[in-house]
């Protein structure tokens, strides 16, 4: 157990639709990474945040955003979905905003959209 | 920018034969370098990591070792287990923008029948 937890688990919904993705990081955790998994972009890192702040963007769509509130969860809203979007979405917590690389991850939240 | 390449998958051994997955990177700079795990149904977890040339990581009967003149950083175990069965993915930090995100490579399938 690495101590992140992401809720749901697995998430089935239509084109054009809304989802939020939630992410609660470890423990003292201030810094919390998004990424992408898909069978043909692999591992793909969409955003960072820290205590609250965002850090660092990656191949992040203007379609989805993220935010991190005062008790350090994060949300990643994904928005006029589409098919191509079907992946799993891992959230990432570490100490600080510099890290050693040791990012401790959740067991992801599946999305799929149909 | 940063970029991680791992040899393709999917890998299927035997139970107790060697075992090398081949990584190279393209960074500017010094990152740290990293193999990260993943079984099924998990999270990714931190298996070894490297932080400057010629440093070996190693956890679990895993090693790699860093090296810059070939840009290179292989995972490599003597005997494999039935229980390496997992996706393995080597990453580097990139510290773009001031801030620090991992950049993983593609992910390699390993299976190991008994």
């Known amino acids: 157990d690495s101590g992140v937890t992401q809720t749901p688990k697995h998430l089935i919904t239509a084109t054009g639709q809304r989802v939020t993705l939630r992410c609660s990081p470890r423990?003292?955790?201030?810094?919390v990474y998004w990424y992408q998994q898909s069978l043909d972009q692999g591992l793909q890192f969409l955003i960072q945040?820290?205590?609250?702040?965002?850090?660092a963007k990656g191949n992040i769509l203007e379609r989805f955003s993220a935010q991190q509130f005062p008790d350090l969860h994060s949300e990643l809203n994904l928005s006029s979905l589409e098919l191509g979007d079907s992946a799993l979405y891992f959230c990432?917590?570490?100490?600080?905003?510099?890290?050693?690389?040791?990012?401790?991850f959740g067991e992801g939240s599946r999305l799929t959209v149909l | 920018g940063n970029s991680v390449t791992q040899m393709e998958g999917p890998v299927t051994l035997s139970e107790e034969a060697f075992l090398t997955i081949n990584c190279t990177y393209t960074?500017?700079?010094?990152?740290?370098l990293f193999w990260y795990v993943q079984y099924p149904g998990e999270g990714l977890q931190l298996l070894l990591k490297?932080?400057?040339?010629?440093d070996k990581g190693s956890n679990k009967g895993f090693e790699a070792t860093y090296r810059k003149e070939t840009t290179s950083f292989h995972l490599e175990k003597g005997s494999v287990q039935v229980s390496d069965s997992a996706v393995y993915f080597c990453?580097?930090?990139?510290?773009?923008?001031?801030?620090?995100?991992?950049?993983f490579g593609q992910g390699t399938r390993l299976t190991i029948n008994p």
């Open positions: 945040y820290y205590n609250g702040e965002e850090r």
């Open positions: 423990s003292g955790d201030l810094s």
């Open positions: 990432a917590s570490s100490e600080g905003s510099v890290n050693t690389g040791e990012l401790f």
């Open positions: 960074a500017t700079g010094y990152p740290s």
């Open positions: 490297a932080t400057k040339a010629d």
């Open positions: 990453a580097l930090s990139d510290r773009g923008q001031g801030a620090q995100k991992l950049v």
